[in-house]
């Protein structure tokens, strides 16, 4: 069955691209959303007069920092609780001290580099929330991957979508392009820490 995002963005709305942003953040139920190809396609669909791109950009920014805060509450709130209990086989309490040590070293460019990355996007604000990773810094590294993500992947759309000619033609290759650079960098990850 052809799976047209296109048409689904058109059906669903502002409001239905800003919720799934929202549920990809950072909340654990999103994180089989295509949330990079979703922002491209909206964007490419605001330059075709669908969608205005401003409001895109604003509610898709909102509800990327919202949706990642949130997250990162659920972790601060149930992590902690969950990890004092005595050690199971799913919960140790050495994994907690990892999470925490983690973000302490690499919590900014986790939050920032996650945001490209599906699946991982859903649940680092979380982990990063288990942690206790400091929430200033949290906040000032989740503005900045939603500037990046939720403003430049619309744009880029947009841009693209009015600058070549019948575009719509080459969109789904882009598309297939764009969820294949999402997960090279998971996919790198696992390489460089198998061979190490």
């Given amino acids: ?7 689904l963005i058109q059906t669903i709305g ?9 549920l990809e953040s950072g909340m654990m139920v999103g994180f089989f959303f295509p949330g990079d190809s979703l922002l491209f396609t909206a964007g490419f669909l605001a330059s075709q007069g669908f ?3 401003k409001i895109l950009i604003v509610g898709c920014f909102i509800a990327a920092i919202t949706g990642d805060s949130i997250g990162y509450y659920i972790g601060k709130k149930l992590g902690p609780k969950i990890f004092t209990k005595n050690n199971s086989l799913l919960f140790q309490k050495k994994h ?17 580099l996650a945001r490209f990355i599906p699946v991982i996007r859903a649940f680092a604000p979380v982990v990063a929330g288990v942690g206790t990773m400091n929430y200033k810094r949290f906040v000032f590294f989740n503005f900045l991957g ?12 947009f841009y693209l979508g009015s600058a070549i000619p019948d575009v719509d033609k080459y969109l789904l290759p882009i598309v297939g392009l764009i969820i294949v650079a999402s997960v090279l960098p998971a996919i790198h990850h696992v390489i ?3 061979g190490k």
């Fill in 1 to 7: 069955m052809h799976f047209d995002l296109a048409s």
């Fill in 14 to 22: 502002y409001f239905g691209v800003f919720a799934i942003v929202f």
């Fill in 51 to 53: 969608l205005d791109i």
């Fill in 96 to 112: 907690l001290e990892r999470a925490q040590q983690f973000y302490d070293k690499h919590g900014g460019k986790t939050i920032i």
């Fill in 146 to 157: 939603a500037v990046l993500w939720a403003i430049i992947i619309p744009l880029l759309g």
């Fill in 192 to 194: 460089i820490n198998r």
